[in-house]
């Protein structure tokens, strides 16, 4: 068994991925090992779990992030141990200060000293000499610091008096508060356990940013702020309404500084003292401040991000209706409601616009006209979009007394407008508007959310707050991996799906789904799973990674239209013939011994 010392070799981080996500050191490697050589999530946690030891794709994701953090955080230390090593101030102790740190904000604490500056005021004190009197002040002796001070007078230097030397060692004293690392860790820890969020408006904004009114003039603790909350205020600093800053008490933070860097009451205490109150309020208390608008801009945006995806996930695993004739209603009001016919395979029949509503409100004549269609086209469903109007269509639809046979129900509409602007959309309608391209896409997402949402970006589809405001790289990786995860856990149907479903199959590029496509329009549908090798760019590797996502409902091989993985086929026929029966019986039976196991 690989001992935790073997895994250190292997990986540096594993012993600390394995203490914060309780996990043992096999599990880990096993899942980095995988990932690594090019597996996917949705891979590993289904057909990989007698290799990882079981685990979801909750924690294969966990451990997906963690490394990547924790391989970031090893390439900067790289870099900070390059840079000190140039400089040629790189100790045992400083180090072993940079190897130890454990996470960005402590690592750039040590790193402050040393990293490039711009020049600051305790650089032209240091230009003028004043660094030994900068450190006998610090040491805090019997020495007088305004007599000390009177050795450093030099006009030629800009120091024409006593005063003016202790200043510019006030300066440098005020530098070497802020750049200490314990410090700043015991300061960082003030703001964000008693950090308070203060908002004002800019004056004269008011008539302007009146949707910001609630933050006008509000203060509670950013510990304790909700994601929206901070996102809000957030955008309204954006928009130059509002100004905000955290801050903790200033007078317990310089308490802090002053028990750790003062000692006694001496006149060089005396300066020490003030330089620390300086080397707060102007440099430390800033520096900060902006650290911890960041990590509460982060804790937001990943609250933000997680409630998305749930609400996401929600959507696209909605019960589908099925393959049923449907007629979409795009409600409409001056414009009148476009509706379409659908068949059951989703192909668009028939296209018509009615104006049952204010302020046309033809009822008569619409009424007519859906009831035709129903009766014509054999409809079975009629969905109807929630957008303006969309209650006011729902209510006209039940009313017309179409009977028990067929359902009328309100379909999310969000997303719409940009899938019949897309060219995915053109691609399918080159010949329709994009009214009637909308109304199809809500038809379709009745009868098929997966299928039909995949075609739209999800932060279009609204089931989420300030999408646009969080951080965009991890809200796509998030809604790539709800998506992934969605599809894959329902499974494709290969010889009916389009290229942007396929696109999130497991080992898929958009590139290799949309060959897929064009393979299956150039030669017809597939006949097994293991046909699909004769796509070009399909590799041994991506055949793996996809084949266990993909069904083929009229394959001769029963084993093609389930979620089991080729590469297990043989056991499942082995299987089957134990117990007496043919492979299509052991599906079929869940209570036939080995029926259900894992595969």
């Known amino acids: 068994m690989t001992t935790l010392d073997a895994v250190s070799e292997l990986a540096p981080h594993v012993p600390q991925v394995v203490k914060e996500l309780n996990l043992t050191a096999r599990q880990v490697v096993a899942t980095v090992e995988l990932l690594d050589g090019g597996s996917t999530v949705p891979f590993i946690a289904r057909y990989r779990k007698e290799v990882t030891g079981g685990l979801d794709e909750v924690a294969v994701i966990a451990i997906r992030d963690r490394f990547s953090q924790l391989r970031e955080l090893a390439d900067r230390r790289g870099t900070v141990l390059k840079s000190l090593t140039d400089q040629g101030k790189l100790t045992p102790e400083l180090q072993a200060a940079v190897l130890g740190a454990a996470t960005m904000s402590a690592l ?69 508060v802020n750049e200490d690392a314990a410090a700043r860790a015991e300061i960082r820890n003030l703001f964000a356990t008693k950090g308070v969020l203060t908002t004002r408006v800019i004056p004269g904004k008011e008539a302007e940013g009146a949707k910001f009114k609630d933050y006008f003039d509000w203060s509670e603790p950013i510990a304790k702020a909700p994601s929206h909350r901070v996102l809000a205020i957030r955008r309204g600093e954006h928009e130059k309404v509002l100004t905000f800053e955290i801050q903790p008490d200033p007078a317990e933070a310089v308490a802090l500084l002053l028990r750790r860097f003062v000692r006694g009451e001496s006149p060089a205490a005396r300066q020490v003292q003030a330089a620390v109150e300086d080397g707060y309020k102007r440099l430390m208390a800033p520096s900060i401040e902006t650290d911890i608008r960041l990590e509460s801009k982060k804790r937001a945006d990943e609250e933000a991000i997680r409630v998305f995806a749930e609400n996401i996930r929600e959507l696209l695993l909605s019960s589908p209706l099925g393959q049923k004739r449907v007629l979409a209603v795009d409600p409409g009001l001056r414009t009148g409601c476009k509706i379409v016919v659908l068949d059951e395979q989703g192909k ?132 790539d991996d709800t998506v992934s995860s969605c599809v894959n856990a329902v499974g494709v149907e290969l010889n009916t799906a389009s290229k942007e479903l396929l696109g999130y199959v497991s080992g898929l590029s958009s590139r290799l789904a949309g060959a897929i496509v064009a393979h299956r329009n150039a030669h017809g549908a597939f006949g097994t799973r293991s046909a699909l090798m004769a796509v070009p760019g399909m590799g041994p590797k991506t055949f793996e990674q996809a084949a266990g996502f993909l069904r083929i409902r009229q394959s001769p091989n029963p084993l093609d239209a389930s979620a089991v993985h080729p590469e297990r086929y043989a056991l499942v026929e082995t299987m089957a013939a134990d117990t007496g029966c043919s492979v299509a019986d052991l599906i079929a039976d869940p209570t036939r011994p080995g029926a259900s196991g894992s595969t």
């Open 108 to 176: 750039e604490d040590i790193y402050l000293p040393y990293r490039p500056k711009r020049r600051t005021r305790g650089t032209i004190a240091r230009e003028k000499g004043l660094e030994p009197l900068a450190r006998s002040i610090f040491e805090q002796g019997a020495t007088d610091p305004l007599t000390a001070a009177g050795a450093y007078v030099d006009p030629a230097k800009g120091v024409e008096d006593p005063p003016a030397a202790l200043a510019g060692a006030r300066d440098i004293i005020a530098e070497w």
């Open 348 to 479: 668009l029949l028939h296209h018509d616009v009615i104006f049952p509503l204010e302020p046309m409100n033809r009822r008569d004549d619409a009424g007519a006209m859906v009831k035709f269609l129903c009766q014509r086209y054999r409809v079975e469903a009629l969905a109807v979009g929630n957008g303006t109007g969309g209650r006011e269509a729902e209510a006209f639809c039940r009313d017309l007394g179409l009977g028990e046979t067929v359902a009328v129900v309100s379909v999310n509409e969000s997303g719409a407008s940009v899938y019949s602007a897309s060219e995915v959309a053109r691609e399918e309608f080159p010949d329709q508007d994009l009214t009637v391209r909308g109304a199809v896409s809500i038809g379709r997402r009745l009868m098929d959310p997966l299928a039909e949402l995949v075609k739209i970006d999800p932060k279009s589809i609204g089931v989420g707050q300030y999408q646009h405001d969080v951080d965009q790289p991890a809200l796509k990786r998030s809604l």
